[in-house]
């Protein structure tokens, strides 16, 4: 039973994790775009 919280925590966090570095590289080559812009 211990092992299953243990897995699920850690599952979420792994998707967490993923979600977070996909949010600042979409963000970074969001904010790289705009400075091309305004050259």
């Given at each position: 039973m211990i092992v299953?919280?243990?897995v699920a925590c850690f599952l979420a966090g792994l998707i967490v994790g993923i979600?977070?570095?996909a949010a600042i590289a979409?963000?970074?080559a969001?904010?790289?775009q705009k400075a091309q812009e305004e050259k």
């Open positions: 299953a919280i243990g979600g977070g570095i979409i963000k970074a969001g904010d790289e």
